[in-house]
């Protein structure tokens, strides 16, 4: 019996086993053909790609797993397709990018990570117990803390590494702390136990509030938001682009499937859900979106204003990245399936645009040598394609009609206002918004208002360049116009996540 159970969890386990393979073999391959690192990238991107096939055929299936420490459901399904995608991206990224390709002797080592990375935010989109909750977050954590600091021969690229392993080693710690609180107070560890338990009756409400608070030191770290940001600009600055690129798309949406689970899996009134049309209330009236939504305001903010006085792109795209997090921290504060709705749509566009701006940065700090914001002046005219894609990809990010971001930002507004007493932070959202205008429109003014300087040479793409930019654009101008497959495939995510 145990036996015949083993068995059908390793069937539902197959995507996670194929990244396993895939690290073992990325090693084996680096160690075989030394003097040809790129092989060891052609091995990882296969083996990432037949993940992704693995898990689209598990697409309908709603199951749990080795006793209740993971999920298989569509929820998670979606999430692992983020993540793969993002990491596929990341590999072509990696083919073109200087900083990578001139640490030959490191390559295998770095593929090999971005493996382990991927098989990382694969467990924690599915984890429904908090003991793999930071299992998965450490396997993401230790790898990306390498990965950051992978270009060695740059003293940034180390203090980047450095300052990132200090806060994600603080915030694990305070986490763990969280966690025994709670499960002192409940003596579970799976979700669902949680859920029981705390649906019996709160047994110290001080002692609970600590304990979300310190947890919530872990997911802010992970995902970005204010107070937890501290490392974000310094890390995305000093990281390779391919890894800043990463982090902010997947590694960003492995930190929130986790967070949505946790809080809709532990804290939802199950008797109040299913008896409402879509919205949830916590159990016991504790009413954890309120602090959230503190976070959720401070985090767009801080974002937004920050990233005004920022000439340095890739330390302004860190910055923007700070601001999404808190748009989207909206979706989860109305406690509603329209939110998370909202929350997945978001992502489904915020992949293409962000990973787009980031490969332009990448492509221009190839040619030019810098990340300055001055060096895009004329880019518009030395190169039309290029500077009408970040044009898409700026005018996406401000949530501006016609394109993806604008389509992310209505369904989040859209669910706000479904409850009146959320309107006020729909308002603080749209004024967010404006003023990321202002920094998104500087880049365009350098672009299209500012000549090329006299020595400036014309711009040349190479066609896999052009290949890969086109991916990101068309995606990005596409969903602007139509949308409804990206709806309905995080509706039916969504509306089959279980509670396990």
Known sequence: MIIQQ?????????????????????????????????????????????????????W??????????IA?????????CLAAVSMLFILLFSHYSSEVQKNARRMGEYYALLSAMTLGMFLMAGATNVLMMV????????SSYVLAGCTKEALDSSEASLKYIIFGAVASGIMLYGISILFGLTGAVGFSG???????????????LLAVIFIFVGFGFKISAVPFHFWTPDVYEGAPITITALLSVASKAAGFAMMMRFLKTVFIDTAAFQASAGTWT????????KMLAVICVLTMTLGNFVAVWQDNLKRLLAYSSIA???????????????GFLAVLVYFGVYLFMNLGAFFVVMLVANKTGSEDISAYKGLGYRSPFLGFAMAVFMISLTGIPLTGGFIGKFYLFAALLVDSKWIWLAVVGVLNSVVSLYYYARVLRYMYLRGPE???????????EIAVTLLLLIPTLLLGLYFTPLVNFAGSSLGMMGIH
């Not at 309908?60 to 420490?69: A, D, K, L, P, Y």
């Not at 298989?72 to 692992?80: C, E, G, N, R």
């Not at 299992?135 to 230790?142: C, I, N, P, Q, W």
């Open 282 to 289: 916590s159990l016991g009236g504790f009413e954890w979106n």
């Open 6 to 58: 083993t068995l059908q969890n390793l069937m539902l386990f197959i995507p996670e086993t194929i990244l396993t393979a895939t690290f073992c073999l990325a090693v084996i391959t680096g160690l075989i053909f030394r003097q040809k690192q790129k092989i060891v990238g052609y091995v990882v991107f296969a083996g990432i790609l037949s993940a992704l096939a693995a898990v689209l055929f598990q």
């Open 135 to 142: 299992l998965a977050m450490e396997l993401v954590s230790l």
């Open 194 to 208: 949680i859920n029981h338990a705390l649906s019996m009756g709160v047994p110290n409400y001080y002692a609970l």
């Open 72 to 80: 298989v459901d569509p929820f998670a399904v979606f999430f692992k």
């Open 324 to 338: 999404h997090a808190g748009y989207m921290l909206m979706g989860i504060v109305v406690m509603s399936d329209k």
């Open 60 to 69: 309908g299936v709603s199951e749990s797993i080795f006793s209740g420490m």
């Open 454 to 464: 006299a020595q400036s040479a014309p711009f040349t793409m190479l066609k896999g």
